[in-house]
């Protein structure tokens, strides 16, 4: 069965370091986001794009944060530099259609010291 | 803007029903999404009501009524394994917008 797939599982960085998470989305979904999870809420949409082009990013905090998605395949999510408040879940999932169902990766969970 | 509610935390006891219930404020509705992730695991999807009524998955179901901005989902004959946060999820013009969760936690 097709997944999402994301690294690292867990990353432990300290504050003002820069770090990268990584999503492969199931082949052949067009759309994909980036979802940041504080432990104890829901899932927050931080970006999201359509092939390569974004959709929706209203919600990424630009000056630290950045994400891409060159070939339209898969995306990466950078944070320069990480602060304490970024510790939380990052989550990565893909849908055939957008706003349509979506299969989430395992996530990416972050801690900042 | 959007805002969803939901309870916070639900508690029952194995074999028994339990709702929970969602409503929503937002602007370009199309439907809403329940998710379910067990603690550590990611948000896997149940159901999606994108007209008014019940949409009947095995044990879960799931209603939406539009004109009162409110869904819920009725899970059934409870198991253990049901223990864990579930999501409502408003989908607006291409894309979803999560709720905080109800946590349910099912006892023997």
């Known amino acids: 069965e097709a997944e999402v797939a994301q690294s690292p599982r867990y990353k432990i960085t300290e504050k003002s370091q820069a770090v990268a998470f990584w999503c492969d989305p199931i082949?052949?979904?067009?759309?994909l986001y980036w979802y940041r999870q504080i432990l104890g809420q829901g899932p927050e949409l931080l970006v999201q794009?359509?092939?390569?082009?974004?959709?929706?990013d209203s919600q990424l905090p630009k000056d630290r944060f950045s994400a891409e998605r060159l070939k339209g395949v898969d995306s990466t999510l950078k944070i320069q530099p990480a602060e304490l408040g970024d510790s939380a879940m990052y989550l990565c999932?893909?849908?055939?259609?957008?706003?349509?169902?979506?299969?989430f990766g395992e996530g990416s969970r972050l801690t900042v010291l | 803007g959007q805002s969803l509610e939901q309870p916070s935390e639900v508690t029952a006891v194995e074999g028994a029903i339990v709702q929970i219930n969602c409503t929503y404020q937002?602007?370009?509705?199309?439907?809403l999404s329940w998710y379910q992730q067990h603690d550590g695991g990611a948000p896997t999807f149940l159901s999606y009501?994108?007209?008014?009524g019940l949409e009947e998955t095995g044990r879960f179901s799931s209603f939406l009524s539009r004109s009162d901005s409110y869904g819920y989902l009725l899970l059934q004959e409870l198991q253990m394994k049901d223990s864990a946060s579930y999501f409502c999820?408003?989908?607006?013009?291409?894309?979803?917008?999560f709720g905080a969760g109800t946590r349910l936690a099912v006892h023997p």
């Open positions: 999932a893909s849908s055939p259609l957008a706003g349509g169902e979506l299969f």
């Open positions: 082949s052949g979904h067009a759309t």
């Open positions: 794009f359509q092939d390569e082009s974004v959709v929706d």
């Open positions: 937002t602007s370009g509705f199309y439907g």
């Open positions: 009501n994108g007209l008014d």
């Open positions: 999820a408003v989908r607006g013009y291409n894309k979803l917008i």
